[in-house]
Antibody, heavy 118, light 110 residues
Framework: EVELVESGGGLIQPGGSLRLSCAAS????????MSWVRQAPGKGLEWVSV???????KSADNVKGRFTISRDSSKNTLYLQMNSLRADDTAVYYC????????????WGQGALVTVSS | QSALTQPASVSGSPGQSITISCTGT?????????VSWYQHHPGKAPKLMIF???NRPSGVSNRFSGSKSGNTASLTISGLQAEDEADYYC??????????FGGGTKLTVL
């Protein structure tokens, strides 16, 4: 059974850094592509970043240069390193899985809350 | 990449049908058959309901259907049930090899 469990969220001051983790089970994170999607309070879902099977990464313009997506195949875990955090980065962050060759997310985690505030 | 455009809310009575629209551009919705729809209950993980415009994953009720015309995709839910009340989001793969989501539509079952 596919399962995704996010961790690492919390309260952080503006300008600070935080690393989210997404532990996967039931499949290999390196087999397809993995994304982070976030939802700010009262707002809709917003795509953040993706890492493809070959290791190529893409990020939304508003996090480019501040957020870095990566994975550790030995731990079967996805990461999101978030630097220079701003108040508008406050959101629940979800990791999501896509199969190689597909263009949608068929499994999602429960989310991790990141609050950026002084 | 601008968010896809969805109505903020729709409503219907049990047994009725509703349709949620999702409008993008030729760089996303109109350019590919890669529109997906997700059901989201607050505090839970989003759930895939439709992929590649018209396809239903195993286990999703056939009351859910999808379509597309030009730059606009649609999700139709027939035979509305109380359990369908949730937020619904469309998403599309884009010409930049990224994804874009719609602003979300809150479905109320009256």
């Amino acid at each position: 059974e596919v399962e995704l469990v996010e961790s690492g969220g919390g309260l952080i001051q503006p300008g600070g850094s935080l690393r989210l983790s997404c532990a996967a089970s039931g499949f290999l994170v390196s087999a397809g592509y993995m994304s982070w999607v976030r939802q700010a309070p009262g707002k809709g879902l917003e795509w953040v970043s993706v890492i493809f099977r070959g290791g190529v990464t893409k990020s939304a313009d508003n996090v480019k240069g501040r957020f870095t997506i990566s994975r550790d195949s030995s731990k079967n875990t996805l990461y999101l390193q978030m630097n220079s955090l701003r108040a508008d980065d406050t959101a629940v962050y979800y990791c999501a899985r896509g199969n190689h060759g597909d263009h949608y997310f068929d499994s999602w985690g429960q989310g991790a809350l990141v609050t950026v505030s002084s | 990449q601008s968010a896809l455009t969805q109505p903020a809310s729709v409503s219907g009575s049990p047994g009725q049908s509703i349709t949620i629209s999702c409008t993008g551009t030729s760089s996303d919705v109109g350019g590919y058959s890669y529109v997906s729809w997700y059901q989201h209950h607050p505090g839970k993980a989003p759930k895939l309901m439709i992929f590649d415009v018209t396809n239903r994953p195993s286990g999703v009720s056939n009351r859910f259907s999808g379509s597309k015309s030009g730059n606009t995709a649609s999700l139709t839910i027939s035979g509305l049930q109380a359990e369908d009340e949730a937020d619904y989001y469309c998403s599309s793969y884009t010409s930049s090899s990224t994804w874009v989501f719609g602003g979300g539509t809150k479905l109320t079952v009256l």
